[in-house]
């Protein structure tokens, strides 16, 4: 913290002694110390992210273990509850994505282990008119559940065949949601689903299934916090680049979530389709909270904050180098985070209402401007940035 608070004072006397002039035409000179303070508060946000997605995932499986041992209605809800905390510090971290860092720097990162969707919920388990599909209820090829077991089942055969990650916890948690949006209801999934004796069948399957997963999705975060804490390998590597490399690496991933992966393909597409079963989680309706936590982390990461960690921020050295491109950035960002909170909830009703679809489509519109100004943003600091 003591680095940090120092690369914050330099950049805000250098803003301060050369902030005079208003010309953007003068632009002010944003040096590698600006840039490397940067760089080094992003690693901080990413490490405390990290720890504090373990922290909750860790509660998540304690509370489904206590659900696995005494498989009760009540315990259900918690486990519930608990899969929808720990959303929302994992939600914040989709920032990181897209910059070529460890989550998703290749086809063997954690990634696609922690929350690729959509999801083929017959991949799994029964579902509507499949009484007997599924890893859950294949005995014959899958004689054991386990974490080995199913963490190489995932995506064999296509991507949407995802067989661990938040979201089969989350389709084991609620089921599918085969509601109507109007009704404003999720998935109904019984907890005697995991009853000896009671509903569907393989209850002690489904059990070790949910046991596995969220063991598995502790062991996937604990990769990230080993590359990203202070002795981290990835840490290393990343402090050591470039600073034009790693900032271009940092806009690109916020412009890219912004404009392509949150407008595009987690709203947009939703939107055009009208369908809930291409929503982030679809199965509890917690989209609503995936698509605010997203815009959140980019937040973070462009304003330099986030919990107990604050430092020098893209903000800053952008509106340092042109203020006038830098307000803009700023009122784009607000702008978004105002549309975004004004969508209805859940989000299924959001994109099915008539009164209520225009709204998402201002949201997404606001957050393909964001995109854009990011990529603005990296021009102003002599960066070429890159939207995926």
Not at 344 to 355: K, R, S
Request: hydrophobic share 40%; glycine share 6%; charged share 20%.
């Amino acid at each position: 913290m003591r680095i940090i608070k120092a690369y914050l004072l330099l950049s805000i006397c250098t803003i301060t002694l050369l902030s005079c002039s208003d010309d953007d035409s003068n632009p002010i000179v944003v040096t590698p110390l600006n840039k490397s303070g940067v760089i080094e508060n992003y690693a901080n946000i990413v490490y405390k992210n990290y720890q504090d997605a373990k922290t909750d995932a860790v509660s998540l499986k304690t509370v489904i273990d206590v659900f696995v041992a005494t498989p009760t209605d009540a315990n259900f809800t918690a486990a519930k509850t608990a899969w929808k905390t720990a959303r929302e510090s994992y939600g914040t971290t989709e920032a990181f994505r897209f910059a070529n860092g460890p989550i998703d720097i290749d086809d063997n990162a954690p990634e696609g282990l922690l929350n690729s969707w959509p999801l083929d919920e017959n991949y799994i388990d029964y579902v509507d008119g499949s009484a007997n599909s599924g890893i859950i209820n294949d005995l014959a090829t899958y004689p054991t559940i386990s974490k080995s077991v199913l963490e190489g089942l995932n995506t064999q055969g296509g991507d949407a065949n995802v067989s661990v990650g938040y979201h089969a916890i989350e389709f084991l948690l609620w089921g599918q949601d085969l509601t109507i949006p109007s009704d404003l209801l999720a998935g109904q999934r019984p907890y005697t689903d995991f009853v000896d004796g009671g509903t569907a069948a393989n209850q002690g399957r489904r059990r070790d299934y949910l046991a596995a997963c969220a063991e598995l999705l502790v062991d996937h975060l604990q990769l990230m916090i080993n590359e990203w804490k202070p002795s981290g390998n990835y840490r290393a590597t990343f402090l050591a680049e470039n600073p034009d490399t790693a900032l271009k690496n940092i806009l690109g991933a916020i412009a890219t979530l912004s404009k392509s992966e949150l407008a595009g393909e987690r709203m947009f597409v939703t939107y055009t389709n009208q369908n809930q079963e291409d929503e982030h989680s679809c199965f509890s309706d917690n989209t609503h909270r995936d698509i605010r936590l997203n815009l959140q982390g980019i937040a973070n990461v462009y304003r330099g904050s986030y919990s107990s960690v604050s430092g020098v921020s893209l903000e800053d050295i952008i509106t340092s180098t042109n203020p006038t491109l830098g307000a803009q950035i700023t009122a784009t960002l607000t702008l978004a985070e105002t549309s975004i909170e004004a969508t209805a909830t859940p989000f299924d009703y959001a994109i099915t209402d008539a009164g209520q679809r225009p709204l998402v489509a201002t949201a997404v519109t606001t957050l393909q401007t964001l995109g854009d100004k990011f990529v603005e943003g990296g021009v102003a600091l002599g960066i070429n940035v890159t939207i995926q």
